[in-house]
């Protein structure tokens, strides 16, 4: 059974940084893109950042080029998303997500094919 496992969300200050991390179990992670989504009920749920399966090519929404910083390890079956000068607008449920190396980028809700449960961040003015 795939598992992914979100941690690290919480409320902070705008400004402020998070990380945070999704760990997986039950697949073979460097076969997977890895993603993290973000949903609010105006918004929907949006990809915001992916990273391919080495690590070594990045994808990032508009919205939070050159503030989110996606990375993993795949010795630790973990994907982090480093998140600096957060914004109000950054409050959301953010969600992990897998999808088979052939997608790239995976930034639509229908490129992934496993899912957490969410980690809420919220962002105060």
């Known amino acids: 059974q795939v598992q992914l496992l979100e941690s690290g969300g919480g409320l902070v200050q705008a400004g402020s940084s998070l990380r945070l991390s999704c760990t997986a179990s039950g697949l073979t992670f460097d076969d997977y893109v890895m993603a993290w989504f973000r949903q609010t009920p105006e918004k929907g749920r949006e990809g915001i950042a992916c990273?391919?399966?080495?690590?070594?090519?990045?994808h990032y929404a508009d919205s939070v080029k050159g503030r989110f910083f996606i990375s993993r390890d795949n010795a630790e079956n973990t994907v982090f998303l480093q998140m600096d000068s957060l914004k109000p607008e950054d409050t959301a449920m953010y969600y992990c997500a897998a999808a088979r190396r052939n997608r790239w980028p995976v930034m639509a809700v229908t490129a992934a094919d496993y899912w957490g449960q969410g980690t809420q961040v919220t962002v105060s003015s």
């Open positions: 990273v391919n399966v080495n690590g070594r090519a990045t």
